[in-house]
């Protein structure tokens, strides 16, 4: 019964989404108004086949039927509750059911949130490309990756279960839905661009109606990856929290064309500039999340994030292959309509400043795809395997990192246009002391290094201009009556406080880096040893049993801090440690795990210890950034008053021959 709802449900899907891409050609070609009014109604059809598809997908799951193939390879009747739910996204089939939930979701809304400018062609075409992905992915579903396989022959009594690593931890109910979030909520700005390209309105009126879903978008993949860290810090025992792995990199790709494009898209909206540019960091955007799927989820590398070996991959590739040619062709096609109509006046300027900023983030990003996809080329082509190393990620890394934490400190003061060494002075004195201040203080407090130097002192440039430009929008808000915390919303504001997360993050990336420190110890238990300066003692050690494991869990105090590492053994794997952790937001990490012990507990045992600073600054930066890219999100009260609708906006703004002074004054946020 599961598999014939299931199965019932994608079909439903595929043929209403094909259904309501037949209306919109042709409502589009025919002219004809009333078939792109009544194409998003389709919608309903294809919620309805996922909904459907997804019941029946957990209830499968969660009544063990072990007649699908699916359930059988991801669950067992050993699983715990928790596990059997999110058993859905933990392996190929089940998590390309999830894509095409949250798609099918964004393109409700997209069709809701213009539901009065369906006959708008802009909007037509736009939702005409989300059902086209969405046909796409409905169609694996309906053929290679089709999650309602029943098994051949005789139904096994249990199953395989899911992977341990994804059994050990609630973060896998969190991690791959907000990652999902924001991979997926980039379709809705990519439909836009090509709408845009098509209809040839390639003016700044197109990016209005797009920037919050891109910023939304945004806030999830960067809460998914921080939890992506999180995880890997907590599950795989290893002490760290990021190594270049490429499923790693495929969710870091995405996001660095998306942060670029948040900072150079307001370098259209003041002044028209960078129209291809930003059409093609979008174009990047979306291609580089189906990449990322194309690497995870097509069994082409090997990694202890990727869950999936399938056939799928020549289908993703091309896919991959045609969002890119079709985007380079529209835009080459449309290059007589996107010439800016001005150029940058002066390097020293905000516009100059975001542009460099843009350069270094593309850099990045093509060195990490370098890095990520050059080990499938030697094995095509050499048919032999290499892999790329931290250090070389490491060498680019840092240096750029370094660069944008500069550019974070300085931009937000420069003035759009020119700026002059007076203003620059009195903008940056209070955050330039404040830099020397930090870097004096971790001098005097035993720190050495010029790259954590330079972090550090960078970092409270960067938070002190990011301070100052809040207590002036919190001062300006109360002289206005509105009240401080309307200060703290709106782009400009809400991006202050992003930078702040990023100030987080990057102390504790330094510090976590440059002065973490791993060693061992072995005692039995009721011993205790002094090592590195910190009392190490451990009291107890067990067997312990759990309806999906057994293992050996030990109680171990260090400095007073009673930790419980432990060793669990799952059906088919043995060995998958769990680290007891003790963390502080001024005193760093202490982080433990079991590196060696009987099965019963009984002798000496093997301690690792990884003592780690400002550790969880990663993770409060990671809500601080989450919680600025929302109040980002949130029209300033200068931007609600007196605006226009996109779909009022004069024709010749619209299409793109010219350009208003300061579209953003005329047209507000738009979405």
């Not at 190393?389 to 420069?414: C, E, N, Q, R």
Request: charged content about 10%.
């Amino acid at each position: 019964m599961n598999a014939l709802l299931g199965d019932i449900g994608v079909a439903l899907g595929l043929v209403c989404a094909a259904g309501g891409m037949l209306a919109l050609v042709l409502g589009l070609v025919t002219r004809r108004d009333s078939l792109l009014v009544a194409a998003p109604k389709a919608l309903w059809g294809v919620g309805a086949g996922v909904v459907l598809a997804v019941f029946a997908m957990e209830h499968a799951l969660l009544t063990h039927d072990f007649s699908l193939v699916y359930v059988a390879n991801n669950n067992s009747r050993q699983t715990p509750l928790l596990y059997d739910i999110t058993g859905m996204w933990s392996a190929l089939q089940g998590s390309i059911l999830l894509w095409v939930l949250v798609l099918t979701g964004y393109l409700g809304l997209l069709a809701w949130r213009f539901r009065r400018r369906a006959a708008d062609r802009l909007v037509a075409w736009a939702l005409l490309t989300g059902l086209g992905a969405a046909v796409f992915f409905f169609g694996l579903m309906a053929g290679p990756a089709n999650p309602f396989v029943t098994v051949a022959g005789s139904v096994p009594a249990n199953g395989l279960g899911p992977n341990p690593l994804l059994q050990d931890n609630v973060l896998i109910a969190f991690h791959p839905v907000f990652l999902y979030l924001g991979y997926v909520g980039f379709t809705v700005p990519f439909c836009f661009a090509v709408a845009a390209l098509v209809t040839g309105r390639v003016g700044e009126g197109w990016l209005i109606a797009t920037r919050r879903w891109t910023v939304i978008a945004w806030a999830f993949l960067t809460v998914g990856i921080v939890m992506g860290a999180w995880w890997s810090y907590q599950v795989l025992g290893w002490g760290g929290f990021w190594a270049w792995d490429p499923v790693e990199n495929a969710a870091l790709l995405p996001w660095l064309c998306a942060t670029a494009y948040l900072h150079s898209v307001m370098v259209q909206e003041r002044r028209g500039l960078l129209r291809v540019w930003n059409l093609s960091l979008l174009i990047a955007t979306y291609s580089l999340t189906i990449l990322g799927t194309f690497l995870t989820r097509s069994g082409v590398i090997v990694s202890v994030h990727s869950f999936s070996d399938s056939g799928i991959g020549p289908l993703l590739l091309g896919y991959f292959g045609l969002v890119v040619a079709a985007g380079v062709g529209l835009i080459a096609w449309r290059g007589d309509r996107l010439h800016s109509p001005g150029s940058i006046d002066s390097p020293v300027s905000r516009e100059g400043a975001f542009l460099v900023n843009n350069l270094l983030f593309a850099a990045f990003a093509a060195v990490v795809l370098i890095g990520t996809v050059f080990p499938l080329f030697v094995q095509a082509l050499r048919h032999e395997e290499i892999s790329v190393g931290t250090p070389y990620y490491d060498s680019v890394a840092v240096p750029i990192g370094i660069a944008l934490l500069f550019f974070m400190a300085v931009a937000p003061v420069l003035p759009w246009r020119a700026a002059s060494a007076g203003l620059l002075r009195s903008r940056l004195a209070v955050p330039a002391w404040i830099g020397v201040l930090v870097v004096v203080g971790c001098v005097l407090g035993g720190v050495r290094g010029l790259t954590p130097l330079a972090a550090f002192g960078l970092a409270g440039v960067a938070g002190g201009s990011a301070l100052r430009q809040l207590a002036l929008a919190v001062r300006g808000a109360r002289r206005s009556g509105a009240g401080a915390w309307r200060g703290l919303v709106g782009r400009a504001n809400g991006g202050m406080i992003v930078h702040l997360g990023v100030v987080l993050v990057a102390c504790g990336l330094a510090a976590a880096t440059s002065f973490g420190h791993r060693w061992t110890v072995t005692l039995r238990p009721g011993q205790s040893v002094v090592s590195y300066g910190h009392r190490i003692e451990l009291r107890s050690a067990s067997h312990f049993t759990a309806p999906n494991r057994n293992g050996v869990v030990a109680s171990v105090v260090v400095d007073g801090a009673v930790l419980r590492p432990a060793i669990s053994n799952f059906p088919g794997q043995e060995g998958i440690g769990t680290p007891g952790i003790d963390s502080s937001f001024f005193h760093g990490d202490m982080y433990v795990t079991l590196d060696s012990a009987s099965p019963t507990g009984k002798g000496p045992i093997t301690i690792g210890v990884v003592q780690q600073p400002m550790v969880m600054w990663l993770w409060v930066g990671g809500f601080v950034i989450a919680c600025g890219a929302l109040l980002s999100a949130v029209p300033s009260r200068r931007r609600r008053r007196g605006t226009e609708p996109v779909s009022e906006l004069p024709a010749l703004v619209q299409d793109g021959r010219t350009s208003p002074k300061s579209v953003p004054e005329l047209v507000g946020s738009g979405s």
